[in-house]
């Protein structure tokens, strides 16, 4: 999901820690909680792609 939210090009980058991409779950949390929420409109965009790729997910596994 970070992947998605990065190539949308709204300077959304991964967590990093000593250079590599720290993905714990306490980290993307905070990382999320200070970077999307802060702003209403990056919020609703977040949402509906984050809903977008959560629709194709589910038909992809129905089709296999």
Do not use: C
């Amino acid at each position: 999901m970070l992947s998605l939210l990065e190539k949308l090009g709204f300077g959304w980058k991964k967590p990093m820690e000593n250079g590599k991409p720290d993905l714990s779950a306490d980290v993307v949390l905070k990382h999320v909680t200070d970077h999307i929420t802060q702003d209403l409109e990056r919020l609703l965009l977040t949402k509906e792609t984050l809903e977008q790729m959560l629709i194709y997910a589910r038909y992809g596994a129905k089709a296999r």
